[in-house]
């Protein structure tokens, strides 16, 4: 249980933080992992939801580093829509 927790959260940041660089946003070492986890757990929801993949896991794997970056990708965008 705290492996695959430690695992998304490193994880997590390391998504949370190439969707920071790719989206040219500054938001800091703990929102890249909010970001990260949050936007992996988000996308992997919504491609449950529509049949389109299995989504991830909480363990270190490129699908959810993958969905991760993604999902804080999305999130980002849709911060960036709201404050419009």
């Known amino acids: 249980m705290i492996g695959s927790f430690l695992a998304a959260i490193i994880v997590g940041g390391i998504a949370g933080w190439l969707a920071e660089k790719v989206m ?3 938001m800091g070492v703990m929102m ?3 970001l990260g986890v949050v936007g ?4 992997s929801f919504i491609l449950r939801v529509t049949g389109i993949g299995p989504g991830a896991s909480a ?5 959810y580093l993958i969905t991760g970056f993604v999902g804080a990708c999305l999130l980002i965008l849709i911060a960036r829509a709201v404050r419009r």
């Open 24 to 26: 040219k946003s500054d």
């Open 59 to 63: 363990s270190f794997s490129w699908a």
């Open 40 to 43: 992996a757990i988000l996308l």
């Open 32 to 34: 890249n992992i909010i």
